[in-house]
């Protein structure tokens, strides 16, 4: 299976910065992509940023401009870089990985457990 073990969130004040890491382990032949997701307080998780293995990035307009993803050199890590943040950016950040396991044949997701952003004015 897949591990996704996620750090950096915290508490921000408006305006500030804070920086997500995920990094992916377990029995993974491939990642065709990893993103970050985001959930508030009753409301629907939704797509914050994606970077596929080949680099293309796709962020939710709410982010544009503020937001910067990123892959690590190994690979298997991503990284999200929040700037500017507004206390709408608050949520449970979740990552996410699209991998082909060694023991399949097709890809699957696969989330992390999500780290608590708290933004405050």
């Known amino acids: 299976q897949v591990q996704l073990v996620e750090s950096g969130g915290g508490l921000a004040q408006a305006g500030g910065s804070l920086r997500l890491s995920c990094a992916a382990s377990?029995?993974?032949?491939?990642?065709?992509?990893m993103g970050w997701y985001r959930q508030a307080p009753g409301k629907q998780r939704e797509l914050v940023a994606t970077i596929t293995s080949g680099g293309g990035t796709n962020y939710a307009d709410s982010v544009k401009g503020r937001f910067t993803i990123s892959r690590g050199n190994a690979k298997n890590t991503v990284y999200v870089q929040m700037n500017s943040l507004k206390p709408e950016d608050t949520g449970v950040y979740y990552c996410?990985?699209?991998?082909?396991?060694?023991?399949?044949?097709?890809?699957?997701?696969?989330w992390g457990q999500g780290t608590q952003v708290t933004v405050s004015s």
């Open positions: 377990g029995d993974i032949l491939s990642i065709s992509a």
């Open positions: 996410k990985t699209r991998a082909v396991l060694t023991t399949r044949t097709y890809d699957s997701d696969y």
